[in-house]
Each structure stands twice: as structure tokens, then as C-alpha cells.
């Protein structure tokens, strides 16, 4: 019987090895939302994918749902995003921080487009932006509250609406920033609560 491939972008949070050479990933796709596949042969020094995915890719990913886990059969690295931040030690904190906090609060296979698209769009952004330390502080209030109030963590009622423009990231919304960090701090933080996690 022949199985049905997805292909999709995707984000790799991490993964444990399995087995001697399998590792079982955690892999936040555009389609499929959030999920735990399998990818057989990982750690061996002979496996084509390995390079592909790697904590913290950017990836095009192929996958087949197996009776009991999905199961890796291709990937196509786009950019390792924790490499790509090499000459910043912030900016790969707060990508793997941004990655954390998404684990915890996604909720499996859910297809979430936008959501993906924002941190993509953000990711970018980081990437082709130079921040100092300030302004990448004030770039995660940005992007912590934007996924929180896409996740329905933080309405259009508080005090930090003026960071939930709809448009891409620019250099102009760190300037807004400064007007409600302590509101933009207590908005993460009453929602990280309400979530439970």
C-alpha cells in the first residue's frame, strides 16, 4: 500500500536519540502543525539527512504517517537558523527561546499558517537586521506578544495593541516599543499563566 507524502516547511525545535543511530524530532511544520516523527538512521556519519536536521533548521521536510509515528523520507535544509545567527550569542538565545516557548504552548497536529508565517517572517527579519542588545529586547517583546495573541493568549483589549500591527517586521515597531515594554512584560507574562504551562 503506498503511502501518502507530505512536503512541507518546517522548523526543527530538537529532537532524542533512539535506538543506536534514530532520532525522534520535534518538527513545528507550516501544514501539519506541530509533530513527532521519526527519522530512521539520523546519527550515522553516512546519513544524507543529518545536515538537514539539525536543531534549529529551517527545512523542507518529507514525511509519511506510519501506523503509530510519522516517519521522515527526505528533507532539504533551507538554513540553520542557530548557524545563521553565529556572530550573535542573543540572537541564538532568543531563537531557542522563542522555539521553547512554542513547544510548550502548540498543540499537536494543527495547521496554523499564519502563526508559522509570522515567526518565519520574524526569523527572517532577525537574521537580515543588526541588533543591539536593546533593540533585540524589544524585538522579542514584539514577537512574544504577536505569537501569544495569535495563540488567543493576549486580545486586542491590552495595553500593547500597538504592537500587534498585521504588517511585517520593521525597524518602526522597535520604536513602539519603548512606549509599553513594562505592558508588553506583563502581557507575556498574565499569559504564560493563563495557559497553565
Known sequence: ??????????????????????????????????????????RTSHSKLRYHLQDYSYTHISLVRGRNVWR??????????????AGSR?????????C?????????????????????????FMQNTSLDA??????????????LAKLGYVGE???VSVLLSPSPFSRKDLVQVSSC????ANAINKAIEASGL
Not at 134 to 146: A, G, K, N, Q
Open 134 to 147: 536593546e533593540l533585540l529586547r524589544d524585538f522579542e517583546y514584539i514577537l512574544v506578544v504577536r505569537i
Open 1 to 42: 500500500m503506498a503511502h501518502h507524502i507530505y512536503n512541507t516547511d518546517c522548523f526543527i525545535f530538537g529532537g532524542v536519540a533512539i535506538g543506536e543511530s534514530n532520532r525522534f524530532l520535534t518538527v513545528w511544520t507550516r501544514e501539519l502543525g506541530l509533530i513527532r516523527a521519526v527519522s530512521k538512521s539520523l
Open 100 to 124: 521553547a516557548l512554542l513547544s510548550r504552548l502548540l498543540q499537536g497536529e494543527e495547521e496554523d499558517k499564519k502563526l508559522f508565517d509570522l515567526v518565519s517572517s520574524g526569523m527572517t
Open 157 to 159: 483589549s491590552e495595553d
Open 90 to 98: 542573543g540572537k541564538q538565545l532568543l531563537l531557542m527561546r522563542v
Open 181 to 184: 515594554r513594562s505592558q508588553a
Open 72 to 85: 521522515v523520507t527526505g528533507a532539504h535544509l533551507i538554513y540553520n537558523l542557530f548557524n545563521e545567527y
